[in-house]
């Protein structure tokens, strides 16, 4: 199954850590720092917005110096792209878990879905911070559009999978359901983080459902008439 992104290892970027520290206790240190800046940083862009929030706000937040933030990020705009970096991880384990153990994929949709928006649920402010700082930001959507590429390459790969196993149409290339997968899940979740209440399982299963079936009225097969 996928692994929670709050459990995956963070990469160890901190030099200063003294070197006699053994390795697992080093890295250890090292992760906990990571996710002390990473959380005190989404609080923050939570409570302030992108753009208004300083590295200075964000170690104040986390109770670490200043120098320390740089040690691990290289600038405010990478802490959006460790976000996408986490999503990014738990998509990856996703197809790989369904190319090993099938599933049917409809529900697999579904329960991808609801996993991936798990974290932006506990804070729609993130959610829209994150937005405000895709659309204000040149560096940021640079960033941003790396990862998305990574992303639509898995999806991608995905719908072929589901097309070889007869679930999915055919008369549409992989990398168009995978954009249609996309902006349905990623339109459901802006919409939703402007109300910003429980709905949002709710909202996601819905989209999918209809997303599934298709908008249009199945038309009845009309009968032909017996033979003469």
């Known amino acids: 199954m996928v692994e929670s992104h709050l459990t995956m290892p963070l990469q160890n970027l901190d030099p200063s850590i003294a070197t006699t520290t053994t390795p697992d206790r080093r890295q250890r240190r090292s992760t906990e720092i990571r996710e002390r800046l990473f959380r005190a940083a989404l609080g923050i862009f939570a409570k302030k917005g992108y753009a208004e929030t300083t590295v200075e706000d964000i ?11 740089f040690n691990y990020f290289p600038s405010k705009e990478h802490l959006l792209a460790a ?14 878990d369904m190319r090993i153990h099938p599933q049917p994929m409809e529900q697999f949709l579904e329960s991808l879905t609801v996993r991936m928006t ?10 829209r911070a994150l937005l405000q700082a895709n659309l204000s930001s040149s560096s940021v959507r640079g960033l941003m559009q790396e990862k998305n590429a990574r992303s639509e390459a898995l999806l ?21 359901l995978a954009r249609v997968f996309r902006q349905t899940t990623f339109g459901t979740l802006l919409l939703w983080s402007v109300y910003g209440d429980a709905s949002l399982p709710e909202r996601i299963r819905t989209a999918l459902a209809v997303l599934w079936t298709g908008m249009a009225i199945r038309k009845p097969v009309t009968p032909r008439p017996p033979e003469s």
């Open 59 to 69: 170690t104040n937040a986390a109770d670490l110096g200043k120098g320390t933030f």
């Open 118 to 127: 798990e974290e932006p649920a506990r804070t729609p402010e993130v959610v």
């Open 83 to 96: 976000f996408s970096d986490m999503q990014v991880g738990k998509l990856a384990a996703a197809v790989e």
């Open 156 to 176: 991608t790969e995905l719908m072929r999978l589901g097309q070889d196993r007869g679930e999915l149409r055919r008369d549409l290339e992989p990398l168009q």
